[in-house]
């Protein structure tokens, strides 16, 4: 059978109609014991092994799915051959979506679907099947299992996981270049029919893109497409079903492509010659200007670096690419000068960093352009010849001697006549002045190389018809050293020559320093002035010498010191002497030559009373004599202590007395009756709250009127005590105990009274209320009881 023959076969089978509800027969054997059914075969223990007839013969039911009649739909029928048709015999279904999705004629065995079955919710459903006997309830036929498969129809469109794709490729690319695939599903079955065939198409894109009908895969349609041209694309692809044919379903997808960028563009400058300026007083590092070459590219394609590849300012100048801004920063690289040369011409190239190979062809990148620099005059300060001066002089020269000069220019072609001045903060002390016109520095006070060896000045140059214009110049002064100063001992000797010294001993060995400094180092000779009985010097050619003594035997008891005058001189010009005299003590030595004693007066001491004994003896003494002071001192303070001692800090302002008085009958209190009488004052009467150091003049007061009033009393008595010289030296306050003129029951204390109470009668008390039955009770009944006493 040829490929042609099979095919009109399958077409032929295709559109013959195939029922889709096959009658299921139940077939009954003869009798219930097993019969030969097919082949036969043998086991293992060589007897014949027979299969057993089944009763149920079975073919799968097949239902369409999403059913739209209103009636139930039918799927099949079970017939069992022991049904006569009397209804004897009952069918029973059971499994998956019985009695609910299917339903069975328990006397026909007709099975029908009761809703609509999606396929896509389950493909196949397992039943099992069984007839009965309607009156004894006992199987006729063994329980079965059979299928329902469910056919599928094309209910179902495709569809993309994602609404929206984004994509990507770069410009440029050439034709058939892969974008992106974009996949749809279709939940139909694809094992039947095309309901789950797709192909793809595009519906918006073209002609720049297409799609591969079969995998989905979008390409490039057109060649050189220029991402500066345009950059975004739209693309909407459809996937239909059944192939694509008329009538299948379909689903759409949107595809949003970018063109990415490529170096397929050179930089560009927008100007051939670009003019710039700058002063020419601006320093080195100065940025003058920038140039930028366009480019149609973005990010790394785009970067270019600049560079001076001509001109005659390429010592002059530099530049440096920005990379943020991607511009070219022209900078000054020497001092200019208006007057040396006015105009500067570069040429400058941008060239890409990223180059492709790909798109040589479109080269080159690279762009110039010629730069004018114009520098432009300025009024300049002066310039001095040089950056720094240095002036040695010798310390011994004399006042108004010119030590240097410094020079100094206008640089700006009018050329100004030039002012010098010395910055006297670098001169402090003012030894040094400079001619304002020459610039000529001299000396105006002496120098001393051993009080400052440098001077650091600063000269300031200006010009005349512009005084604010400055510059400085550092100016470095040396002092030459002179030997000018004499040698002297270097230290403090304290020398000493034991009573039991012998000829030529060493007692001491000398040096000697001197300020100057001279080119050949110190060299010093040492002498004595005169010819000495005693003692001798001897030099030892190293800065140093010894101190010998010349005869044997000294004693304390003749000569106790003796003064030793030792020239001392240098060997620079001119040379330079001193004398040194040196103070040396006899002293009392023990047999090492250790010394024990230099004084005379310890000779008169008993010879068993020792240096020891003798300090502490004299420590003993100055003890005593301290604990006899701070027992007087503390004396002292006692005496002006006073006699009642406050609670509280000496510095309180009130003195507590700790007592009570003893009332009007306590003649040696306060007379208080006195401040109504002040006739009665008595002579001042000493303080008896201290003790008195000194008996001072009691002062006369004179006496009051009689009308004069309490308040001036007091305040007179105040001013006395304010300049009393007996008075203690802190604050007292005295208590005059004065209520005023305005009691409504008058005055309660005896200050209206004589000095005695028996004249006072206080039953008065009782008719004033409650509120004084005390007082009542204290007055009234002391006078009772003193009159029944």
């Given at each position: 059978m040829?490929?042609?023959q099979?095919?009109?076969?399958?077409?032929?089978?295709?559109?013959?109609?195939?029922?889709c509800?096959?009658?299921?027969?139940?077939?009954?054997?003869?009798?219930?014991?097993?019969?030969?059914?097919?082949?036969?075969?043998?086991?293992?223990d060589?007897?014949?092994?027979?299969?057993?007839?089944?009763?149920?013969?079975?073919?799968q039911?097949?239902?369409?799915?999403e059913?739209?009649?209103?009636?139930?739909?039918?799927?099949?029928?079970?017939?069992?051959?022991?049904?006569?048709?009397d209804?004897?015999?009952?069918y029973?279904l059971?499994?998956?979506?019985a009695g609910?999705?299917?339903?069975?004629?328990?006397?026909t065995?007709?099975?029908?679907?009761?809703?609509?079955?999606?396929r896509?919710?389950?493909?196949?459903y397992t039943?099992?099947?069984?007839a009965?006997?309607?009156?004894?309830?006992?199987p006729?036929?063994?329980?079965?299992?059979?299928v329902?498969?469910?056919h599928?129809?094309n209910?179902?469109?495709?569809?993309?996981?994602?609404e929206?794709?984004?994509?990507?490729?770069?410009?440029?690319?050439?034709?058939?270049?892969?974008?992106?695939?974009?996949?749809?599903?279709?939940?139909?079955?694809?094992?039947?029919?095309?309901?789950?065939?797709?192909?793809?198409?595009?519906?918006?894109?073209?002609?720049?893109?297409?799609?591969?009908?079969?995998?989905g895969?979008?390409?490039?349609?057109?060649?050189?497409?220029n991402?500066?041209?345009r950059?975004?694309?739209?693309?909407?692809?459809?996937?239909?079903?059944m192939?694509?044919?008329?009538?299948?379903?379909?689903?759409?997808?949107?595809?949003?492509?970018?063109?990415?960028?490529?170096?397929?563009n050179?930089?560009?400058?927008p100007?051939?010659?670009?003019?710039?300026?700058?002063?020419?007083s601006?320093?080195?590092?100065?940025?003058i200007?920038?140039?930028?070459?366009?480019d149609?590219?973005?990010?790394?394609n785009?970067?270019?670096?600049?560079?001076?590849?001509?001109?005659?300012?390429?010592?002059?100048f530099?530049?440096v690419?920005?990379?943020?801004?991607q511009?070219?920063?022209?900078?000054?690289?020497?001092?200019?000068?208006?007057?040396?040369?006015?105009?500067?011409?570069?040429?400058?190239?941008a060239?890409?960093?990223?180059?492709?190979?790909?798109?040589?062809?479109?080269?080159?990148?690279?762009?110039t352009?010629?730069?004018k620099?114009?520098?432009?005059?300025v009024?300049?300060?002066?310039?001095?010849?040089?950056?720094?001066?240095?002036?040695?002089?010798?310390?011994?020269?004399?006042?108004?001697?010119?030590?240097?000069?410094?020079?100094a220019?206008?640089?700006?072609?009018?050329?100004?006549?030039?002012?010098?001045?010395?910055?006297?903060?670098t001169?402090?002390?003012r030894?040094?002045?400079?001619?304002?016109?020459?610039?000529?520095?001299y000396?105006?006070?002496?120098?001393?190389?051993?009080?400052?060896?440098?001077h650091n000045?600063?000269?300031i140059?200006?010009?005349?018809?512009?005084?604010?214009?400055?510059?400085?110049?550092?100016?470095?002064?040396?002092?030459?050293?002179?030997?000018?100063?004499?040698?002297?001992?270097?230290?403090?000797?304290?020398?000493?020559v034991?009573?039991?010294?012998?000829?030529g001993?060493?007692?001491?060995?000398?040096?000697?320093?001197?300020?100057?400094?001279?080119?050949?180092?110190?060299?010093?000779?040492?002498s004595?002035?005169?010819?000495?009985?005693?003692?001798?010097?001897?030099?030892?050619?190293?800065?140093?010498a010894?101190?010998?003594t010349?005869?044997?035997?000294?004693?304390?008891?003749?000569?106790?010191?003796y003064?030793?005058?030792?020239?001392?001189?240098?060997?620079?010009?001119?040379?330079?002497?001193?004398t040194?005299?040196l103070?040396?003590?006899?002293?009392?030595?023990?047999?090492?030559?250790?010394?024990?004693?230099c004084?005379?007066?310890a000779?008169?001491l008993?010879?068993?009373?020792?240096?020891?004994?003798?300090?502490?003896?004299?420590?003993?003494?100055?003890?005593?004599?301290?604990?006899?002071?701070?027992?007087a001192?503390?004396?002292?303070?006692?005496?002006?202590?006073?006699?009642?001692?406050?609670?509280?800090?000496?510095?309180d302002?009130?003195?507590?007395y700790?007592?009570?008085g003893?009332?009007?009958?306590?003649?040696?209190?306060?007379?208080?009756?006195?401040?109504?009488?002040?006739?009665?004052i008595?002579?001042?009467?000493?303080?008896?709250?201290?003790?008195?150091?000194?008996?001072f003049?009691?002062?006369?007061?004179?006496?009051?009127?009689?009308?004069?009033?309490?308040?001036?009393?007091?305040?007179?008595?105040?001013?006395?005590?304010?300049t009393d010289?007996?008075?203690?030296?802190?604050?007292?306050?005295?208590?005059?105990?004065?209520?005023?003129?305005?009691?409504?029951?008058?005055?309660?204390s005896?200050?209206?009274?004589?000095?005695?109470e028996?004249?006072?009668?206080?039953?008065?008390?009782?008719?004033?209320?409650?509120?004084?039955?005390k007082?009542?009770?204290?007055?009234?009944?002391g006078?009772?009881?003193?009159?029944?006493?």
């Open positions: 040829t490929i042609q099979v095919l009109l076969l399958l077409l032929l089978w295709m559109w013959l109609p195939h029922p509800h096959p009658e299921m027969l139940f077939r009954r054997t003869p009798d219930l014991r097993p019969k030969s059914f097919g082949g036969r075969a043998s086991g293992n060589g007897k014949a092994i027979h299969r057993q007839k089944r009763g149920w013969m079975w073919n039911f097949f239902l369409l799915e059913y739209t009649g209103s009636d139930y739909q039918y799927v099949g029928k079970l017939h069992s051959d022991q049904d006569k048709g209804g004897s015999l009952k029973i059971s499994g998956d979506g609910t999705l299917f339903i069975i004629d328990e006397k065995g007709d099975i029908h679907a009761t809703r609509r079955i999606d896509e919710e389950k493909a196949f039943l099992r099947a069984q009965i006997n309607r009156r004894t309830l006992r006729v036929e063994p329980e079965s299992e059979f329902i498969k469910i599928d129809i209910d179902n469109e495709p569809t993309f996981p994602e929206i794709y984004t994509a990507s490729v770069p410009e440029m690319s050439v034709v058939g270049t892969s974008v992106v695939q974009v996949t749809a599903t279709d939940a139909d079955d694809p094992s039947y029919g095309n309901s789950a065939r797709i192909i793809y198409s595009i519906l918006q894109g073209q002609p720049y893109f297409s799609v591969e009908p079969e995998t895969i979008i390409r490039t349609a057109l060649p050189n497409m991402r500066e041209n950059e975004q694309y739209q693309v909407v692809i459809q996937a239909k079903d192939g694509g044919q008329m009538g299948g379903l379909s689903g759409t997808t949107t595809v949003n492509i970018t063109l990415t960028d490529v170096n397929d050179p930089p560009r400058f100007q051939s010659t670009i003019h710039l300026r700058i002063p020419e601006s320093p080195v590092g100065t940025a200007g920038s140039v930028k070459a366009t149609a590219d973005t990010g790394k785009a970067e270019v670096e600049y560079r001076i590849i001509d001109g005659d300012g390429t010592d002059m530099d530049i690419t920005q990379k943020d801004t511009e070219g920063i022209i900078t000054v690289r020497k001092p200019l000068d208006y007057e040396t040369r006015r105009l500067y011409t570069l040429k400058v190239e060239e890409n960093t990223h180059v492709d190979p790909r798109f040589y062809y479109l080269g080159p990148f690279k762009d352009t010629i730069v620099i114009s520098v432009e005059d009024d300049e300060p002066p310039v001095f010849s040089r950056s720094s001066y240095l002036f040695e002089v010798h310390e011994d020269i004399e006042l108004g001697t010119i030590i240097g000069t410094v020079m220019r206008d640089p700006d072609s009018a050329s100004s006549p030039i002012r010098f001045s010395l910055d006297r903060h001169d402090l002390d030894i040094f002045n400079i001619h304002s016109g020459n610039g000529s520095i000396t105006s006070k002496p120098l001393d190389r051993e009080i400052s060896q440098w000045l600063s000269v140059a200006a010009e005349i018809n512009n005084p604010k214009d400055t510059t400085r110049v550092p100016v470095y002064v040396r002092i030459l050293d002179v030997n000018d100063n004499a040698p002297q001992f270097a230290v403090f000797y304290d020398t000493f034991c009573e039991n010294a012998r000829a001993q060493l007692i001491q060995t000398i040096s000697a320093v001197d300020k100057d400094d001279p080119l050949g180092g110190q060299k010093f000779f040492f004595l002035a005169a010819v000495n009985p005693n003692f001798t010097v001897q030099d030892n050619e190293d800065n140093t010894r101190i010998l010349r005869r044997n035997g000294f004693s304390r008891h003749e000569i106790s010191t003064l030793l005058p030792v020239v001392i001189s240098d060997n620079d010009y001119p040379i330079q002497s001193s040194g005299t103070t040396i003590r006899v002293c009392a030595c023990d047999s090492r030559g250790n010394m024990q004693s004084s005379a007066e000779l008169l008993p010879a068993g009373l020792s240096t020891g004994a003798l300090v502490a003896i004299l420590l003993c003494i100055i003890i005593l004599l301290v604990i006899v002071v701070l027992f001192a503390l004396k002292r303070q006692r005496k002006k202590e006073p006699l009642i001692l406050s609670k509280e800090d000496i510095r302002n009130i003195v507590s700790n007592d009570e003893g009332g009007e009958e306590d003649t040696q209190a306060f007379d208080i009756g006195t401040l109504r009488n002040p006739a009665a008595e002579d001042k009467k000493l303080r008896r709250d201290i003790i008195p150091e000194n008996l003049v009691p002062r006369r007061t004179p006496s009051a009127p009689d009308n004069t009033d309490v308040r001036d009393f007091i305040n007179q008595r105040l001013k006395e005590h304010d010289p007996s008075a203690p030296p802190y604050d007292s306050l005295a208590t005059y105990a004065y209520e005023g003129n305005d009691s409504i029951a008058e005055s309660l005896s200050l209206e009274s004589g000095t005695t028996g004249d006072q009668n206080y039953d008065y008390l009782r008719e004033w209320g409650p509120r004084f039955n007082l009542a009770e204290m007055y009234g009944g006078e009772s009881d003193k009159d029944t006493s």
